[in-house]
């Protein structure tokens, strides 16, 4: 079965009509900024299952997450359970922001893929400096943040971003 997408422009419509609009992002980038009506499910923390025993499998889910990579990850895990109408919301919530959707903002977080670039940086930066100014075996550092970015980027999986993700400052 494949994956079904909608534009965020569709999405005020839903909410008159009670869909299920899910975020599948972490709590501190829902309580950041999260879509309006939308319900907070971290994707870490989704139990496909589950979801599908007490929601049924008929009624459609929406799901969005920052950009659309993490909502298609839950949306497989629904499908697998056996979910027949989920949908993406294209662009997730940055595209609902830039077209002018109604978002509830919050307290100010740093979105995971940033967290990722912050700590893969300083990682690469001071296995570097210690490699080059305190023993050359630290220079294994860099070259092992290189080898997990390129394995991300192979895999479409982050072992970086779901080990933030379970943060106490993500929760």
């Not at 999260?34 to 994707?43: D, T």
């Not at 997450?65 to 697998?80: D, E, Y």
């Not at 075996?137 to 980027?153: E, H, M, Q, S």
Request: proline letters at 4%; charged letters at 15%.
């Amino acid at each position: 079965m494949s994956q079904k997408t909608i534009s965020p422009i569709e999405l005020p419509q839903l909410f008159i009509n009670q869909c299920t609009v899910i975020d599948v992002r972490t709590p501190g980038e829902f309580n950041a900024a999260h879509v309006s009506g939308a319900q907070l499910q971290p994707l870490d923390q989704l139990d496909a299952a589950s979801f599908c025993e007490t929601h049924g499998t008929e009624n459609p889910v929406y799901l969005l997450c920052q950009s659309g990579k993490r909502a298609s990850v839950a949306a497989g895990k629904l499908m697998n359970a056996g979910h027949k109408n989920v949908i993406v919301v294209e662009g997730g919530t940055a595209a609902a922001i830039e077209h002018g959707l109604d978002i509830n903002y919050g307290k100010g977080a740093i979105s995971i893929e940033r967290q990722v670039r912050i700590a893969a940086g300083l990682l690469v930066l001071c296995g570097t400096l210690a490699g080059v100014f305190l023993h050359s075996a630290f220079l294994i550092v860099p070259g092992f943040v290189g080898a997990g970015l390129a394995f991300a980027g192979l895999t479409d999986t982050c072992g970086m971003a779901m080990a933030l993700g379970k943060c106490p400052w993500n929760q």
